[in-house]
């Protein structure tokens, strides 16, 4: 980033704001952040502070379904395979071996806090989607999988655990001292700002998707904890790599809506404007190819095509069937006047899920002692340069309760005679000139989609690099008083790290493609990590 960003957005004097002490602070109510609370030592206290309700994060409106070795015919050395293919070679094989290893007892555990995965006769459904060799993801309520393992997941937190939780809580900043995270400042509309103090902070605050114009992420999902960790010193990995979901429902001026991956696992076919099927024009695996695969050979046939998006056929399913499986999306597509399975499903890429993040080891610690990270905040190495479908869950639940008994064990060992410090941050004078937080988020969004789209070139990445940074000399110079505000710098500060390292890799690989350098640089590029950015 070339722009250095204020260390805190807001004024603060610790003598004019509540303290509140904790052992756990947890940062973010997903899966990753249920999951971390759940294995922190009871002994401790523990907090988890929510930007909304705990039912909206982007865990909730998961469709697909969780990946994991759980057929008799499927093996650990096949799932890892398909990760590390999916992954273009950026993937940590030893953090791939983990994860998979772990997910099958990730798995059942969820089954034994209550959540109903589909059954036949007794038996997981398991499905199979694009990358995956094997039939094996495990879903529930056909296509509302995420939401019904955060239904059970928040009720086993609220009844078995009595975990504090603070929902409609918007995290501004984490607060360091002498290089150590001691909490964050939260702030909500009861109580105004609040100085959070703990021993061990865990960061699982979830994805950016929301700096993109077109985008399946919900509204809170604007790369708050990229941000706030950045301005705190941690280390940013991987931020050039966002993936594109291939099939997100395009009905103009409408918000955008996911069409889970499973459908093409089923047999939906891609289909342009003219009917024509192309998928196997641009890999063997036709429809089941990677998500980058299937994205960027979309992207590719709107442009031949000049048509605003292709089209998911789905008129060889029985339609009762298809209604029973994807009762969501059927009930979805029945708003805008499409009856499936005859009439075929307007689809087109969308920012989905950004695998990078702030750099984590294999327990979750980050680089900046007292803070830990789990799932779509942090880079892990589990998914390289894109992402395999329904490897998101696993990470979150394999990473939330890595972090959280880390976490635990760390506080565990420090004396309850921690207290707050004396930080401060002086008001700056105001200017004059109104801001349009609305207009430049608008622009900002237009501006990312066009610019570290699914297609990139270095012209264009450049111009629209300074056109952030020209907005940030004087969006962030700014103390905003409302979270509206604090969305757009944080926006602003993910948005700049994106184009800076696409910028930077001048190589096409997994979800990151330049036009102007179309092929892998396997010398330059092709090792873990390859940009690493934080706050000088």
């Given at each position: 980033m070339?722009?250095?960003p204020p260390r805190y957005l807001v004024p603060f004097h610790p003598k004019r704001i509540p303290h509140h002490f904790v052992d756990v602070l947890v940062i973010g109510g997903g899966i990753a952040g249920l999951r971390a609370t759940m294995a922190i030592d009871p002994a401790l206290t523990t907090l988890i502070v929510t930007k909304d309700r705990l039912q909206?994060?982007?865990s909730s409106y998961a469709q697909g379904g969780?990946?994991?070795v759980l057929a008799p015919d499927d093996r650990f050395e096949d799932h890892v395979a398909d990760t590390l293919t999916a992954g273009a070679g950026l993937c940590d094989r030893e953090i791939v071996e983990m994860v998979v290893r772990e997910a099958p007892s990730h798995i059942r555990q969820l089954i034994e806090w209550g959540t109903s995965f589909d059954l036949d006769d007794g038996e997981l459904v398991l499905g199979r989607e694009g990358g995956h060799s094997h039939n094996r993801i495990a879903h529930a309520l056909g296509d509302a999988t995420g939401k019904e393992i955060m239904r059970a997941m928040i009720q086993h937190a609220r009844e078995t655990l009595k975990a504090q939780i603070w929902q409609d809580t918007f995290t501004i900043d984490l607060l360091t001292h002498e290089g150590v995270c001691r909490g964050a400042l939260v702030w909500n509309a009861r109580h105004g700002k609040t100085f959070v103090w703990a021993k061990q902070t865990i960061l699982c605050?979830?994805?950016a998707g929301q700096v993109y114009r077109e985008t399946t992420n919900p509204l809170v999902a604007t790369g708050d904890g990229h941000a706030a960790a950045y301005r705190a010193g941690a280390e940013l990995a991987d931020m050039?790599?966002?993936?594109?979901?291939?099939t997100v429902l395009y009905i103009a001026g409408s918000s955008r809506?996911?069409?889970?991956?499973?459908?093409?696992?089923?047999?939906?076919?891609?289909?342009?404007c003219n009917g024509h099927r192309f998928m196997p024009e641009y890999d063997e695996r036709a429809e089941l190819a990677p998500r980058d695969v299937v994205s960027q050979a979309i992207d590719e046939q709107m442009l031949r095509t000049r048509h605003p998006c292709v089209y998911l056929d789905l008129s060889h399913f029985d339609a009762k069937w298809v209604r029973e499986r994807f009762p969501g999306i059927t009930k979805r597509c029945q708003e805008f006047g499409i009856d499936l399975p005859q009439d075929r499903i307007p689809v087109r890429p969308g920012a989905h899920y950004m695998i990078g993040g702030v750099r984590v080891d294999d327990h979750g610690r980050t680089t900046l002692p007292g803070l830990w990270g789990a799932g779509e905040a942090t880079s892990s190495g589990l998914h390289g340069a894109n992402r395999l479908a329904s490897n998101s869950l696993l990470e979150g639940l394999v990473y939330g309760a890595r972090a959280g008994a880390g976490a635990a064990a760390a506080a565990l060992e420090m004396p309850d005679t921690y207290a707050a410090v004396p930080l401060e941050n002086p008001p700056v004078e105001r200017l004059?000139?109104?801001l349009d937080l609305q207009d430049v988020r608008n622009s900002l969004k237009s501006l990312m989609w066009r610019a570290a789209g699914v297609r990139r070139d270095g012209p264009e990445l450049a111009a629209a690099l300074k056109s952030v940074e020209k907005w940030s000399r004087y969006a962030l110079t700014q103390q905003l008083a409302e979270p509206r505000g604090w969305e757009l710098q944080n926006m602003l500060i993910v948005a700049e790290v994106i184009l800076g390292a696409a910028l930077?890799?001048?190589?096409?690989?997994?979800?990151h493609l330049r036009s102007d350098f179309p092929d892998e640089n396997d010398a330059k590029w092709g090792s873990r990590c390859g940009d690493v950015v934080a706050r000088a």
């Open positions: 070339t722009s250095i909206e994060s982007n969780i990946a994991g605050t979830g994805g050039e790599f966002m993936q594109f979901h291939p809506s996911l069409i889970t991956e499973a459908m093409r696992g089923e047999g939906a076919l891609l289909v342009d004059s000139e109104w930077r890799r001048e190589e096409s690989r997994g979800v």
